[in-house]
């Protein structure tokens, strides 16, 4: 599986961005994915997962702002990003998981949220 994300930018804070990360491979389907964020000085910290049925798990500062979603027909993730606040600046990976497998990454994309 091969992960590429897009979608970051520049926003100023109440702002909105959506975050898209496309997938290769026939197996997408069986995948949890995840979105993670690293920001300056801090640990990488997991934003939100959603599971091959689609439930979705939200980090606490997150929670009611932020709403994963997939497309298996497409192979695509996506984060929309609401209420974006400047603590929410980072940058964001999407990630692949399945048990017994390993995870793929996909290369970040900046997000950037100005007070």
């Known amino acids: 599986v091969q992960l590429q994300a897009f979608g970051g930018g520049k926003v100023e804070a109440g702002g909105s961005l959506r975050l898209s990360c496309a997938a290769s491979g026939s197996m997408f389907v069986l995948y949890t994915l995840g979105w993670y964020r690293l920001a300056p000085g801090k640990e990488r910290e997991l934003v939100a997962t959603i599971t091959p049925g689609g439930r979705t798990n939200y ?3 997150v929670k009611g702002r932020f709403t994963a979603s997939r497309d298996n027909s497409n192979n695509t993730v996506y ?5 974006l606040k400047p603590d929410d600046t980072a940058v964001y990976y999407c990630n692949a998981q399945r048990v ?3 995870a793929y990454w996909g290369q970040g994309t900046q997000v950037t949220v100005s007070s």
């Open 59 to 61: 980090a606490d500062p």
């Open 100 to 102: 017994g497998h390993i």
């Open 79 to 83: 984060l929309q990003m609401n209420s």
